[in-house]
Structures are given as C-alpha cells and as structure tokens.
C-alpha cells in the first residue's frame, strides 16, 4: 500500500546555533535551485536588508530574491509582504519563498489574493514542504516513498522526508487499529530498506517517533508486525460513582460555576461562528477546586445539546499517558466521540496517518469539513495537564501539544483544545514546563476558576443533606460555611465526614464540637489499612502516575484490589493513581493546604473567660448551669461555649454536657490569653496582619477589609455586621496579644505579646475625658497598686482607699480598664515602676487639654489658672461654671507640673 501524506522534516543536532540551522536549510534550498540552473549565492547583505539566498539564472537574465524559512510555527502575512518589498527595492525580478511550515490564516489569504494577479503571481513563488519533495523527486534526487505491503493488521501511514547531515531518508509511519504504531526507513536516495542501527537514527529527528516500534523492511520479504506493538491508552475523566466519592463529582451532583461554564461555552459559540482565531483555552485554579468536575459538566451538557448545540465535547485523563503517541489517540478519541452524536459520518475509520502532524491526516480533514458544514465544533479537553511535567519521559507530549496548538491556529480548524491547568504547584524557570506553557499564554483563553460563593456552598449542602436522607440543622451548615472558607474540596471532604458521622448515629449537634482538622481527616483514610496497604499507597504517591503492571510487580493482589475497592487508588488508562491530588501530596510529604482560620467569635473575651471558669466551677456543666452564671439565656451561653470549643478550652462530652479540655490546667486570664494566643496564630486576620510593621498603627477599616475579604465573594453580611465582627476580633487579638491598644490606634506589638496579653476589660465603657480630676500624688499611689497586682484591684477598695479620683483620671488615660468583674487592671504591662509612671508622664503629656494649657503659657508665662479654666471652657465647648473650670484648670495644672518636673 502507498504512503499516505507526505512531510519534510529537517534533523540537525541540538546543540546547534539558529544560525546554524538557518544556514543548513539554506543549503538544502541551493541544492535544489542549481539544477534549475541557478547560479546561488549565500547570505547576501545589502543596505537595509539581508538576502537568504541570490539566485541569478545562468540561461537568462533572471534576479531571484529567496527566503528560507526553516521552522514550525505558521508563516504570518508580513513574511510575504517583505519580501515582495525587497523584491521592490532591489528591482529583482521575484520572490521565492521557500518554508517547512504552513502559512497562517492571513497569510493564506494573502497568498490567494497574489495567486489571483497575474501581475504579482510571477513576481512571489511559495515552495511549501510538499512542492519542495515533487521538485526533489522530478530531479531523480530522491525516490518516492517505497509502498508498503498490505496487511491485514496494518496499513502505512505517512511518510516523512528526513534530512540530515549523513543524507535524505524516508521515514514511513504504519498504522494499527487507525493510529500509528510502527515505523520503517528506507534511504530516499535509493528507496532502499536500512539497517535497524541507522533507522533508529534517522527516528530521532521527531520526539514522538519514540512512541512507535520499528518494523524492519529487506528486499527479499517485509518483516510482519509483532503480536503486541507497543500500545497506548487514552482514558477519559471518570466521575465518582456517588455524591460522597472523592472523585471528581456526578454531573448531577456539580453546582455552581456558572460562570466559568458560560465563558466556556460563549468561547466555543465564537468559534462555531468564526469570530476569533482563538482555539485553545485553560481552566485554572489550585488543586481540589473542581476543574476535572467541571470539565465533565461540560461534557454531559454537550452531550445532552443543553446550552450549546452542534458540539461533542471529551474530557481526556493526562495521567493516562505514557508515551507520545498519546496526543493522536485522544485527537481520534475526540472525532470518535463527534462521530457518535451524528457531527461526523460514521463510515469514515477517522484514521490518524502520523503523529507528527495528525491534523494533516486525510480522515481528519475529511472530518473537519463535515464539521464545518454543519457549523459543528469538536473541543478536546486535557485534565490533570500539569501531570506531564512529573515524569521527564512525558515532557515531549507537551511539546507535542503545544504543536498541535500551533497548528489548530493556524489552520483556523473546528477543533478546540482546552486545559484544566493547576495552579498551586511551582516549577523552576529553568522546568521545560515553564517555559512551554507561558509560550501558549499568547494564544489561549485564561480562565480562572475562583472559591465557592455562599450560594454555591448552600446548594451543596441542600444536596448533601439529600443524598445522606437527613437534613442539616442550621448551625451545622453554618458550621460547614465557615470552615471550608470557599474550598470545594475542604467541603466536599467535611460533607464525606459528616455523612459518615451521621451514619454511625452521631448526633449534629455532636459535630458542632471541635474544628475539624484536615489531616485528621486524611489520617482517618489510612487508619485501618494495613502496612503493606500504606505502603502501596505510598509507592504509587511517590512515582504518579505509575503503570498498573508495575505496581503488580511490587504488590500483591489482594492488596491493590482492597485500595481500589476503597477508593484509595484508582485506574487512570494504563496507570494506577491515588484518588486525589491533595492526598497524594498528604502522603509524599505529610503536607496539606494551608487553609488559614477564618472564624468570627459570638461574644468579647470577658464573657468568654467568666464562662470557662463556670464550667471549671461545675466540673461538668450544662448550658443553662452556665447561663445562670453569666446572666445569659441558654441560646446565647451556647453561643460562648462555642467559642471555647472552637479554640480548644472547652469539650463536649454528651449533648448538653460540658467539662474543661484535658490541656487546660488553669482558667485565670492570663494563661487563658497564652492559650488563645498560639490558637489566633493561624487566624486568617494574624496572616494578613503580619504584612504590617510593627510599631505602626493600623488604618482604622484594615480589620474590617481583612475580615470581609475572608468571606465568600458573594456574602450578603451588611457593612454594619462585618465592623462588629472586626470590632470583636479585634478585642480578641489584643486579649491574645496579637495586636495593642495604644490610645485609639492599635498597633502590631514591638515584641512577641502584647502588653495587654490576658487583660479583660467591659467594651461597653466609654471613653472618658481627662481633665484632671485627682491630684498626682494619688494618681502614682494607684499606679503602684496596679503595677504590684498583675490581676489588677477591686474598685471598691481603691474607693475606700481614697482613689476614686486618680481612678477616673487612669481610665481616661487609658492606662487602666474597668473589668467586667468590678476590678480596674492595668491596660499593658511593664518591666517595672518607673517605665509605668514614665508612660503615664507621656500620656498626660499627649492629652488635648494639656497642649492647650502649653500653647497658652507660650503665649503668657504668667498666666492665671482662672485664665487657663476659661481658655478649657472655650476648647471644650463646655458649660462650665466659673468653679468647676476653675478646679479643672488647678488639677491639670498639677498635673502638667508633676509631668514635666
């Protein structure tokens, strides 16, 4: 049987210079214009240009201006328009154009409008590939490619004319089963079969060539294939056989994204109707967030003419792949697919003839005009493409695809090629992947995927309580909200757990007592495995994608058939897999993603603190026995315990029951905030937070940014409601010692806590004026009260003591809180007495009404207190009689004295 298409491929070593494989296509373009009796003269430069090749006819005067053009990308149109400038300029007599690669679609164009002007069809001459083998074959230079005997089991395919430095050599593809798998050489010189050593060479020029066995050809008799070539599989997306299957998910079962669904499908809609060039596309985002599910509900909604009609859309597993022959199978799989839904006639065996350039295949492009008769769109979609890049032996099936991109674009095709591409993994810029993937960003469609909305978290949830025949209370759905924070793949894996929970008769209000923690989750998958099943678990993580016979080799059996029962591995064509991305990096380096602590809190630290030492008091207590303590209902007191639940001072024991947490050996505030503090590390609000210099106080709506920011995108929490959320927050970072309290500014803290670390103080007191209300000699007796009783004292007894004044003018300081339990406590903390008083010095200084008694002494040195009293009344806009604004004025006066010695 004759060969099919025909190609030229130029072999030139790697390591060559661009130059250097410019200069060798020129000389295969001399040796060809020299028996049309052409004198050629290399590299000419002239002002303003360089000339490839100047071909000067030997039996009449003709000047020809020749362009070489030695590469795979398509010709744009400028390529031709500068040349034919040059033939201008230089008054040659025409232009020849020779190239190894296509024109793009302008330059098709443009070459159609040449070929249509008698004028300027002879003065510009394109050599393609194919025009570039007849002139080699008319010259008796080569001979054609030899025919291939007729088998039953295989047929040839098309044939390629390699050239390389030790000659010209014809490499034939033989197909089986409608794809290439074997391959023969013959020396194109002679048509003669070579030696398997000198064939395996010539096989070289081409990555994908790798993928297909040689079949050695003698003249006495053609060999006949082996019994088994070396095959490929293209397997398909798979879904979950249940909604709890981790899997990607049922096309039932997938909600939302419909927006990335609808940019998708109006990007394929303007393909159909050819309006844009574009013919590739990428679905990106971090592993877990549902691309391969998504991918499968473009599939079924194709499948079922549902929001776009005349379209056949596949879903191909990257991981599936283990040579590079690949690319062909899922191209044919592709139009398979197209063929079934009636967009392709199905007689035609839709028969790859060469995995080098599969879209020149005669069946293909037999297809693609039936598809553009019917305005028809095939979309090929690659998930887990990044899976390439784990194995070194599978990097060139991306360069295989990003050729096949190339050429999608420049043949303006009716086939599409999309992506599923994931973000959270980082490849060095020296990684081949690296490179060839931001060489496609050019020429694709970027979307990005984002995290679940609140709406599209509900109807998941409504769907889960469904398919588990229970429905979730709303606490436990509020629950499940905020813990995944709009990770798909933190909810799906929270929903598995709850479902399993619930089945086992854990009630919801159980599920509500502690946060759940991912790596427990995944610990839980490996539990009651055995060693060697682990292990199996671990051998197939460490080399993913790992063939299925391999595995066997290692492995028993039973073994391996008990993960896949479980789910735990799956089969991806002729590999084993683990059943999700995340968990495979779980199990190669005990790594999960990061997924900072979002959570909001029900009520202020004090209430929280006086809770947790009613259960201490109790033993074992109930929400109401709590509530009685704190003057709470019982829907509020619940609100509280799950704020200690939630940071791990408190445990649930039975459905209103409540004890201390086993770690928790002492309640009193400050070991209380040292607790909190390592829980509030990995708040979402303490992250964001570091990005700020300590010692700089914060904008005033920086909590509230960083606390709506961590909401779904779409969360309907009013501007009012997110302000008290930030607000209660922030009273628990500074509880914590995360964040500091200076005046009305709040500050990262210079050290690693805080100076208010564990003080508790009512955020209903409002802030006071100070106007000097005691003298400062009581003022320095309170703060060395305060400063020798870390817990702070009773009011009452500093009242007795005499102290009541100095204490109105500490709290309007704010150096000292008034405590929900009636006691005044020190706002921060100091190494000792003096640094105190010291402060306190600074803060009397800084105050309004004291810089008004300065810039009036600036003015007049002697002026009166009566004076001062009046110049307050007028600052303060206050109503004041002429006594009272006297005593203020003699008692900041005291005040402004001891402060500045």
């Known amino acids: 049987m004759a060969a099919g298409a025909r190609h030229l491929l130029l072999s030139v070593p790697s390591n060559w210079s661009n130059d250097q494989r410019g200069q060798f296509f020129e000389q295969f373009v001399a040796d060809i214009l020299r028996p049309l009796r052409f004198a050629v003269h290399n590299r000419i430069r002239v002002t303003g240009m360089e000339i490839d090749l100047l071909a000067r006819g030997i039996d009449e ?79 008796n230079a080569i001979k054609p490619p030899p025919p291939i005997p007729d088998r039953s089991a295989v047929e040839a395919g098309d044939a390629t004319l390699v050239v390389n430095q030790a000659g010209r050599w014809w490499l034939i593809e033989i197909l089986e089963q409608g794809v290439p798998a074997y391959f023969t050489v013959f020396n194109a010189a002679t048509g003669t079969p070579v030696a398997e050593e000198t064939a395996s060479d010539v096989a070289k020029a081409a990555d994908r060539f790798s993928a297909l066995k040689h079949l050695p050809q003698t003249q006495e008799r053609p060999a006949e294939p082996p019994v088994s070539a070396p095959r490929f599989q293209v ?141 028809a769109v095939v979309v090929l979609i690659f998930d887990q493409f990044e899976e390439l890049f784990a194995k070194e032996q599978l990097y060139g099936i991306f360069s295989a695809i990003r050729e096949l991109s190339l050429d999608l674009d420049s043949k303006q095709t009716p086939l599409v090629l999309g992506f599923a591409w994931k973000t959270d993994i980082s490849h060095p810029q020296q990684h081949p992947a690296y490179h060839l993937w931001h060489e496609l960003r050019d020429r694709r469609l970027d979307i990005p995927i984002r995290r679940f909305g609140t709406g599209d978290i509900a109807r998941l949830l409504t769907r889960a309580g469904k398919e588990i025949g229970v429905k979730l209370n709303p606490a436990l759905r509020g629950r499940l909200t905020d813990q995944c924070q709009g990770y798909p793949w933190l909810l799906k894996k929270l929903l598995v757990h709850v479902s399993k929970k619930l089945q086992a ?106 809770a947790l030492q009613a259960v201490e008091k109790h033993k074992r207590a109930s929400a109401e026995q709590v509530g009685q303590e704190l003057g709470l209902n019982t829907r509020g ?70 606390v709506k920011r ?32 200076r005046g009305p500014h709040v500050y990262r803290p210079h050290g690693t806590r805080g100076g208010q670390l564990g003080v508790l103080r009512s955020h209903r007191s409002k802030q006071k004026q100070f106007l000097g209300s005691g003298t400062s000699e009581a003022f320095v007796r309170l703060l060395g009260k305060l400063f020798a009783s870390k817990q702070g004292a009773p009011e009452s007894d500093l009242v007795e003591s005499g102290l009541r004044n100095a204490v109105y003018d500490a709290l309007a300081l704010e150096l000292g809180d008034r405590l929900p339990d009636g006691r005044i406590a020190l706002r921060k903390r100091h190494a000792d007495l003096k640094k105190l008083i010291d402060a306190a010095k600074s803060a009397v200084l800084e105050q309004p009404v004291i810089r008004v008694l300065i810039e009036a002494l600036a003015a007049d040195k002697d002026l009166s207190n009566a004076a001062y009293g009046d110049k307050l009344k007028a600052a303060l806009q206050a109503d004041w009689k002429p006594t009272s604004a006297l005593r203020y004025a003699n008692g900041l006066r005291g005040y402004y004295a001891w402060a500045t010695g």
């Not at 999700?580 to 997924?595: A, G, H, K, N, S």
Request: hydrophobic share 40%.
């Open 505 to 610: 008769k854990t009630s919801q209000f159980a599920l509500l007592e502690r946060e759940l923690d991912i790596q427990e989750l995944f610990r839980e998958d490996l539990a009651d495995l055995t060693s060697e099943q682990v292990k199996c678990l671990h051998y197939v993580a460490d080399q993913s994608p790992v063939l299925m016979s391999e595995v066997n080799e290692h492995f028993s059996g039973d073994t391996v058939n008990a993960l896949l029962g479980r789910r735990l591995l799956v089969r991806s064509g002729p590999n084993y897999v683990v059943y999700w991305d995340i968990f495979r990096d779980y199990l190669t380096d005990e790594r999960v993603p990061q997924i900072p602590w979002a959570r909001t809190f029900q009520r202020d630290p004090g209430t929280a603190v006086k």
């Open 710 to 741: 961590s909401k779904p995108s779409d969360n309907e929490l009013t501007e009012d409601t997110i302000h008290q959320q930030a607000n209660n927050l922030r009273r628990w970072l500074v509880f914590a010692g995360h964040l500091e309290e």
């Open 61 to 139: 005067p003709r000047t020809i201006l020749v362009e070489c053009k030695a590469q795979r990308d398509a010709l744009p149109a400028d390529t031709i328009s500068k040349l034919l400038g040059n033939v201008a300029i230089r008054r040659a007599d025409a232009g020849w154009l020779f190239s190894t690669c296509d024109l793009s679609k302008d330059g098709r164009g443009q070459w159609q409008e040449i070929q249509n002007d008698p004028d300027l069809s002879k003065r510009f001459v394109w050599y393609p590939p194919q025009r570039l083998i007849e002139i080699l074959i008319d010259q």
């Open 235 to 375: 397997a398909r997306v798979v879904a979950g056989d249940a909604w709890d299957d981790l899997r990607p998910a049922r096309p039932a079962d997938f909600v939302g994204r419909d927006d990335v669904l609808n940019q998708i499908l109006q990007f394929v809609s303007a393909v159909q109707a050819d309006n844009t060039t574009t013919r590739t596309f990428a679905v990106q985002g971090p592993s877990g967030w549902g691309k391969s599910s998504l991918m499968l509900k473009l599939v079924d909604l194709a499948s079922k003419g549902r929001r776009i009609s005349n379209c056949s859309i596949t879903a191909v597993d990257t991981r599936s792949a283990t040579n590079l022959a690949f690319v062909g199978g899922a191209i044919r799989t592709a139009l398979q697919d197209a063929a079934k839904v009636g967009l392709i006639a199905k007689g035609s065996s839709l028969t790859i003839s060469s995995l080098t350039h599969p879209l020149d295949s005669p069946d293909v492009s037999s297809a693609f005009d039936a598809l553009r008769d019917r305005n």
């Open 637 to 706: 007191c619940v609100n509280v315990l799950s704020d200690l639940i939630a940071l791990q001072l408190v445990d649930r024991v039975d459905d209103d029951q409540y004890i201390l947490a086993p770690h928790v050996i002492a309640t009193d505030p400050i070991r209380v905030a040292e607790h909190v503090h390592g829980q509030f590390s990995r708040h979402v609000v303490c992250r964001e937070l570091a990005k700020w210099d300590r010692d700089t106080p914060l904008p005033s709506n920086e909590l509230d940014g960083i």
